[in-house]
């Protein structure tokens, strides 16, 4: 199972766009790269999800490099409502969902 | 109907206690999940069922018992547990494999105390 690596936590301002940034070192080749966010007492939510290159959603950009050890999820022009937890997962064939320990994104004014 | 419904939202019980979380949805998903998230720690999977059937167990102490009476239903049963068992526990289902893009629907979770 391939771990996950990301920034414990991140702020940035209103309006402005947030990359975070996910270290997958040892992704298989028949793993996707998932991204989900959760907020205090709720349960995690689905973002996005890609294999390789560039996915786009109506909510988020997912880029993933040729090598796929990495990827970036990329949050344009932030509100304050985006403050959250964001968790990056590898999936694989099976129904398991780890997460990693995720980064706590805080949107400042 | 897009929704995983918890049920109760918060409940306390004592050590010698047998209670009960429910899980529902009517989305027709073929799997179901239960999790449970200590604060400010990931979710970490317990059991996960497939068509009704249970498929996974993460070696999760018996004083935890699932069950799925249909394919809308999950239920986890509580019996006997310690104040460490204290958590959020998360109900989630999904249509297919995460592989293949069905992203998983988490319900709001139900806060459990055990005192």
């Known amino acids: 199972l391939a771990k996950t690596t990301q920034p414990i936590s991140m702020d940035s301002y209103e309006g402005q766009e947030v990359n975070i940034t996910c270290s997958h070192n040892?992704?298989?080749?028949?793993?996707?790269i998932t991204w989900y966010q959760q907020f205090p007492s709720q349960g995690p939510r689905f973002i996005i999800q890609?294999?390789?290159t560039k996915v786009t959603n109506e909510v988020a950009s997912l880029f993933i490099p040729a090598d796929r050890k990495s990827s970036t999820l990329s949050l344009p022009r932030v509100s304050l409502s985006d403050t959250a937890v964001y968790y990056c997962?590898?999936?694989?064939?099976?129904?398991?969902?780890?997460f990693g320990t995720g980064t706590r994104l805080t949107i400042i004014p | 109907d897009t929704e995983v419904t918890q049920t109760p939202k918060h409940l306390v019980m004592g050590m010698t206690n047998k209670k009960s979380l429910k899980c529902e949805q009517h989305?027709?998903?073929?799997?179901m999940y239960w999790y449970k998230q200590k604060a400010k720690k990931p979710p970490e999977l317990m059991f996960v069922?497939?068509?009704?059937?249970?498929?996974i167990n993460e070696s999760v102490p018996s004083r935890f018992s699932p069950e799925c009476p249909n394919s809308s239903l999950l239920n986890l049963h509580l019996h006997a547990l310690q104040p460490e068992d204290s958590a959020l526990y998360l109900c989630?289902?999904?249509?297919?494999?995460?592989?293949?893009?069905?992203?998983?629907?988490f319900g709001s979770g139900t806060r459990l105390t055990v005192v």
């Open positions: 989630a289902s999904s249509q297919g494999l995460a592989r293949d893009g069905y992203g998983y629907t």
């Open positions: 040892n992704i298989a080749t028949n793993d996707y």
């Open positions: 890609g294999y390789k």
């Open positions: 997962l590898v999936v694989w064939g099976n129904e398991k969902l780890t």
């Open positions: 989305m027709g998903h073929r799997a």
């Open positions: 069922y497939s068509y009704e059937k249970l498929s």
